[in-house]
């Protein structure tokens, strides 16, 4: 993947201003049904949602408490996976995006919403709501697509670090609500800012973001397992509690990295994207940059709809049980105007984005030039790129995409 | 949270280890559940208990005319109680969406420990229509606790008194004339302590059928509880109120309580003030002033800026231009829909009166307001 202006050829080039300003109408017009026809049915589901959840979530517990038993240990471990899921996804996430501020509900309301996750949800939704939407597949700008940590385009420079990440990538898809406070916080560039020159902003959201996971970690890991002492079942539940996180970590993961990383997604170049975007440009934007999974409906309510990420990134304010209606409509226009509705299932699309984690984690083209008949030389090669400096690397470079354009030149 | 540890200043005991227990139970609650609190997940099993956030549940809608209705309301156990002519704020989802309005209470504390509103379905009235003829017997509905002053005075509840009513101004009149003189299956009771009250009822309504309580008001008057002067404007025409004069010929001695349309109020004032005579009203619709020029009103954190006429409250117009505001009754009671005015003026349909946020002079976090009953008097900005 490369930006999208830097492609051989552009995937818009043949839509014309007009035409990507009447998508930006049909688009609005899509929304306003939905909002025209919000009412008391999706106000019910959303309650149902929450209170499915919490009673998940409070039965998982009690099961939890005997759970030196295995059956209770497999029984309360999926049920509060499913319910730390449930929270996360479909509630806390879509809340947060004000998705159903418009019941007022002060309960139910983005300024009021806080989540079971390491991240306040102030700092989350600046992060999310504000950059990662405005700027959604900016390289350099919507740092959602991991450039702080990861190479996730041909664009960037290779280097031997990057040979690390997809081991790195599993570390952070465990831990990744960490990850994600992390990278709310902004901490890679505030870290290298002398600890005396930090702002008071930072200092600030590190104090609330530290609160918090001493909070959630004492819950799961200190007051629940405590509660379970009775029957001996401490360390089950502190384990329960741990694989529970963890499987919600892995599955938030997933489903977030097959948003905007599979293979065909676009990215943007900044000096591309024009100072003033037309509501049109924005939407074109967001509809290349974004990639749906499909599924059944329990598949949908997991992912809390961002199975429907190419419809979320359209509407980010519409309530998420809608997606799925408006969802052909979307599709028909995006056939309309002859362009790429990135849709697969969700075992396709994370095979897509693990194989785009490793395919750049190695040299361009290396990937597309070795075969198992050539792989000794292949690695020699990358040995060199890796162990030698920058003149032997760029020379190395060199040869793999010769070697890369003559085999499409053969083909 | 507070040690335990303190001793209680009336009786220099220390609290009862149950009361230290309870406190600890709740804080390993507060933990097992955060970020929830314990109220949250209570909320799930239980919404009436003590000590939750006041709700109630609606036990039975009763018809009384072809467009009023009466809600029976079982309120949660934090409900304070109420004196007969209070009213209540209540919120209710109305198409997903929760609204506010406030109503009189149309009985007083009954034994039941119910509580009753009685709604007339308004034109264009969304949460009326919805109470009057949508709400059905286990909806959960918020509620704040009973308010207003419109009540009879404490220990003087002997003597001459008139109500001057008008369509929906009767309920909380007939709030309190029920708590007088309590309905029962043999009639109704002239209990002792309203012995000694001498009541005229006048009141007015567009016509006969459609006037809530018809009923009810007759019964009192054929038991000689009340005197009724019933006024149809489609039999009798509208009702002048010079002509209480000859309607209420002792009216200068009666304590008059009134409740109705701002007009009516308006002109009861005026002639109460000529004739030297106290007048308690109690108004349901803000009476609307010409109010000046309108402006651009700008909303400083969500970015919408929109023009706004000198007529028309802040908040519809927000709200009119997509902007989701706080809202609560939309009569100016409640202050559900404060919102601080950092720069500029606004003006107060109930009485012209202009208020002004001037940077550097006035309060920094600006000056609340009530966006339901001000218009932009000017460009003004207000945080939100």
């Not at chain 1, 996750?117 to 597949?137: F, G, I, L, Q, R």
């Not at chain 2, 020029?293 to 009119?320: H, K, N, R, S, Y």
Request: net charge neutral; charged share 20%.
């Amino acid at each position: 993947m490369t930006a999208i202006t830097r492609k051989p050829e552009n995937p818009t080039a043949h839509l014309t201003e007009a035409d990507i300003e009447q998508i930006g109408v049909e688009l609005d017009a899509i929304r306003q049904d939905i909002v025209d026809s919000r009412g008391a049915s999706d106000a019910a589901y959303i309650r149902k949602v929450i209170d499915v959840q919490r009673k998940l979530e409070l039965g998982s517990r009690a099961v939890l408490v005997a759970s030196i038993f295995p059956p209770a240990w497999v029984l309360g471990t999926v049920g509060l996976s499913v319910a730390k899921i449930l929270d996360n996804m479909e509630i806390g996430h879509n809340i947060m995006h004000g998705q159903w501020d418009w019941m007022r509900d002060p309960k139910i309301h983005s300024s009021t919403w806080e989540w079971d996750n390491a991240t306040p949800s102030d700092a989350w939704k600046h992060s999310h709501n504000e950059v990662h939407h405005t700027y959604t597949n900016i390289v350099g700008k919507d740092n959602d697509l991991g450039y702080g940590i990861m190479r996730v385009d041909e664009d960037q420079r290779w280097h031997p670090m990057y040979l690390a990440q997809p081991l790195w990538n599993f570390v952070n898809a465990c831990l990744f609500e960490y990850g994600i406070a992390a990278y709310d916080l902004e901490l890679g560039r505030n870290l290298r800012v002398p600890k005396d020159k930090r702002s008071e902003t930072f200092k600030r959201n590190l104090k609330g973001t530290l609160g918090k996971i001493r909070k959630q970690a004492t819950k799961d890991y200190v007051v629940h397992p405590v509660l379970s002492i009775p029957t001996g079942s401490f360390l089950p539940t502190l384990a329960a509690n741990a694989t529970a996180n963890v499987v919600r970590n892995l599955w938030t993961h997933s489903v977030i990295m097959c948003g905007h990383f599979p293979e065909g997604v676009e990215t943007f170049e900044k000096k591309a994207i024009p100072e003033k975007e037309t509501r049109g440009e924005w939407y074109l934007r967001q509809m290349l940059g974004s990639a749906n999974i499909s599924g059944s409906k329990a598949m949908h309510l997991m992912t809390g709809n961002l199975s429907h990420q190419i419809e979320h990134h359209l509407f980010p304010d519409l309530p998420s049980n809608r997606y799925a209606e408006i969802a052909p409509q979307v599709k028909a226009l995006f056939a309309k105007y002859d362009l790429n509705y990135h849709e697969a299932s969700l075992p396709a699309q994370v095979y897509s984005a693990w194989h785009k984690v490793v395919r750049l984690s190695l040299p361009n083209d290396f990937m597309a030039t070795t075969t198992v008949k050539n792989l000794p030389s292949q690695l020699k090669t990358l040995y060199a790129m890796s162990t030698k400096g920058p003149k032997v690397r760029r020379a190395a470079q060199a040869r793999l995409q010769q070697q890369a354009r003559r085999l499409t030149t053969a083909a | 949270m507070t040690s335990v540890a303190f001793r209680d200043a009336s009786t220099g005991t220390r609290p009862s280890w149950s009361h230290s227990l309870r406190r600890q139970v709740r804080r390993v609650a507060e933990a097992a559940v955060t970020p929830l609190d314990v109220d949250d997940v209570l909320d799930v099993f239980h919404p009436l208990r003590r000590g939750a956030p006041l709700r109630g549940r609606i036990v039975a809608v009763r018809p009384e005319t072809a467009d009023a209705a009466t809600l029976e309301i079982k309120p949660g156990a934090s409900w304070a109680g109420h004196v007969p002519g209070q009213y209540v704020r209540i919120g209710i989802d109305v198409d997903g969406v929760r609204h506010w309005r406030a109503y009189s209470l149309t009985h007083g504390p009954r034994a039941d420990g119910l509580i009753s509103i009685t709604v007339k379905a308004v034109p264009d009235g969304h949460v009326s229509d919805y109470l009057v003829h949508h709400a059905a017997p286990g909806t959960t509905l918020h509620l704040e606790q009973a308010a207003g002053e419109f009540v009879l005075p404490d220990a003087g509840t002997a003597g001459k008194l008139l109500f001057v009513t008008a369509g929906s101004g009767i309920t909380p009149v007939i709030g309190m004339l029920r708590n007088l003189y309590p309905s029962t299956d043999t009639g109704v009771l002239r209990p002792a302590r309203s012995a000694d009250l001498d009541i005229v009822v006048v009141h007015v309504a567009p016509s006969e059928p459609s006037s809530i309580f018809r009923a009810d008001l007759q019964a009192l008057d054929t038991a000689g509880a009340i005197r009724l002067v019933a006024r149809y404007d489609d039999q009798h025409g509208v009702l002048d109120v010079a002509d209480l004069d000859t309607l209420v010929p002792d009216l200068a001695e009666r304590r008059t309580f009134a409740c109705g349309p701002a007009g009516l109020l308006d002109a009861l004032e005026a002639h109460h003030a000529e004739a030297g005579i106290d007048l308690f009203v109690e108004q349901f619709r803000t009476a609307r002033v010409e109010a000046g020029a309108g402006g651009t009103v700008a909303f400083t954190q969500g970015g919408t800026t929109l023009e706004a006429d000198g007529a028309t409250p802040i908040l519809d117009a927000a709200e009119e231009a997509g902007v989701l505001m706080p809202s609560g009754c939309r009569m100016g009671i409640c202050m559900g829909c404060v919102l601080p005015l950092k720069e500029g003026s606004v003006r107060d349909l109930r009485n012209g009166q202009v208020t002004t946020a001037v940077p550097g002079e006035t309060d920094p976090r600006g000056i609340l307001i009530q966006t339901c009953v001000s218009a932009a008097a000017g460009a003004c900005s207000i945080d939100h």
